[in-house]
């Protein structure tokens, strides 16, 4: 394939996620009316913005050529700690919000521990942490559904300007996490250290100090997200965050962000990929679907997501490839 195919190829790519996005509004709004409804459609971005804003984390390690499989489990030990002090400490719900991001923001500079100082292999490392604090949640919460005070889920309901309050907070922490890849130094190291982890460190970017920052805002976002997911649900479940990592890595890659690293943009691309995500599951809901369907959806939406990042980096390899010619002045005579 010649130079000039590879970047259609590459255009088109970039451009499935939007293809996909207009096929799943005008499918699920041909066939359940009420799915374009503007109500619904607010509904939908209520519902989007807990896996946006824990995405939104998943990306900063991401462009690290990391990954975080523990931030479901961050969720769930958050979660449970909430349901202890609202319901056995009588803590304000605002209090418990801090709570729990301060904790996933101590998780996750765990996980940066693992990785950073003592060189652990992120995937393994997560994976780790991932089972302890499964089942660290399940001893907290005995395995028995807690169900939250009023005063915790009216969070979910509350708005702000006419804007649903989590609408706002994932607009927020996208809004930030945006500025700070685009516009501040510590972005670019992030994205260096992505591309090429040994010549960043060459060029004097300490990079376990991005490696931990990364991780430490990961846990952070995972701790504020399961917080807006679990004022709309409104109760402790032993599978509260259970596969959400999957979804946050999804929405991340599926709006351009590369398992390899050094490539992604919170801003449109995770936001874009989450609402992705969430919009297929609504209208799913909205056409009574078999509930036993949505994980197989999920499944494929993953699937497709990664195989649209692997042959993305292929072609961004190709294009960057140059012919390597054999200086003439210093070729020898035989």
Known sequence: MNPARQRAALLALNNVPLALFATALLGFGGLAPSFLSPGNLLNLLVQASATAIVATGATFVLLTAGVDLSV????????????????AQGWSPPWVLAGMVLLGGLYGALNGFLVARLGLIAFIATLGTQYLGRGFGMWLTETRAMNLPESFTQLASARLLGVPLPVVMAALVIGLAHGLLMHMPVGR????????????????????????????????????????????????????????????????????????????????????????????????????????????????????????????????GALARRRIRPDETTATSP
């Open 72 to 87: 479901g489990a961050i969720m769930f030990v958050a979660a449970g700690l909430s349901g202890k002090l609202l319901l």
């Open 189 to 316: 190291q992030i994205y260096a250290v992505g591309q090429d982890a040994a010549a960043a460190r060459k060029a004097g970017i300490n990079v376990p100090k991005v490696l931990w920052l990364v991780y430490g805002v990961c846990g952070l976002c995972a701790g504020l997200g399961g917080a807006v997911a679990l004022a709309q649900i409104g109760s402790v479940a032993p599978t509260f965050g259970m596969n959400r990592e999957f979804s946050a890595i999804a929405a991340a890659v599926l709006g351009g962000t590369s398992l390899f690293g050094g490539r992604g943009r919170v801003w449109p691309g995770t936001a874009f990929g989450a609402v992705l995500i969430q919009a297929v599951e609504n209208g799913l809901h909205n056409l009574n679907a078999d509930p036993y369907l949505y994980p197989l959806v999920t499944g494929g939406i993953i699937f497709v997501a990664v195989l649209l990042d692997s042959v993305r980096s292929r072609l961004l």
